[in-house]
T-cell receptor, first 110, second 112 residues
Framework: QKEVEQNSGPLSVPEGAIASLNCTYS??????FFWYRQYSGKSPELIMS????GDKEDGRFTAQLNKASQYVSLLIRDSQPSDSATYLC??????????FGAGTRLFVKA | DVKVTQSSRYLVKRTGEKVFLECVQD?????MFWYRQDPGLGLRLIYF???????EKGDIPEGYSVSREKKERFSLILESASTNQTSMYLC???????????FGPGTRLLVL
């Protein structure tokens, strides 16, 4: 069974701090990696996608991928209360399916 | 912008009823998906479709069926609703394999 594991949290950080979210996956053939944000009662929306080892930055968000260690992380710099949400890690192999983690709840304290 | 719409935001049905959930996307995407999301269990794939009239079972297809008669529309059918099918149902579409999935707003279904 291919799995994507995330710490369920909640992860609590003060406003302005860096939030670090981690995810591990079991399928070594995975090729595409995604971070989605989901506000309570809403549907997931894409924040970042990453396909190769290393870092990818987009504004306050940085995704990091290490295929050898089978982990992907998301850093949120200068965290804001509006970043409080559940963050879903998603991993896709060569087929049609994408496996989602159960999500990490992030709470940013003002 | 990609737009994925779902026919209902909230739905209340009785045990044994046949339930239809509709999903429409406007970006000519090849792939469409139905998930259910339950607390602590994350998103679980029910069915997906990679072309018109094509469908594949996901991880939890029991009790569900799907229909894709047109490229833009993907329907989820609960043949005989049961209380354990109370959940949030999310439809998604993507342009190709391994690409980002775009989600609809979700349908919160309560089966009494």
């Amino acid at each position: 069974q291919k799995e994507v594991e995330q710490n369920s949290g909640p992860l609590s950080v003060p406003e302005g701090a860096i939030a670090s979210l981690n995810c591990t996956y079991s399928d070594r053939g995975s090729q595409s990696f995604f971070w989605y944000r989901q506000y309570s009662g809403k549907s997931p929306e894409l924040i970042m996608s990453i396909y190769s080892n290393g870092d990818k930055e987009d504004g306050r968000f940085t995704a990091q991928l290490n295929k050898a260690s089978q982990y992907v992380s998301l850093l949120i710099r200068d965290s804001q209360p509006s970043d409080s949400a559940t963050y879903l890690c998603a991993v896709s192999g060569g087929g049609f399916k994408t496996i989602f983690g159960a999500g990490t709840r992030l709470f940013v304290k003002a | 912008d990609v737009k994925v719409t779902q026919s209902s935001r909230y739905l209340v049905k009785r045990t044994g009823e046949k339930v239809f959930l509709e999903c429409v996307q406007d970006m000519d995407h090849e792939n469409m998906f139905w998930y259910r999301q339950d607390p602590g269990l994350g998103l679980r794939l029910i069915y997906f479709s990679y072309d018109v009239k094509m469908k594949e079972k996901g991880d939890i297809p029991e009790g569900y069926s799907v229909s894709r008669e047109k490229k833009e529309r993907f329907s989820l059918i609960l043949e005989s609703a049961s209380t354990n099918q109370t959940s949030m149902y999310l439809c998604a579409s993507s342009p190709s394999r391994r690409e980002t999935q775009y989600f609809g707003p979700g349908t919160r279904l309560l089966v009494l």
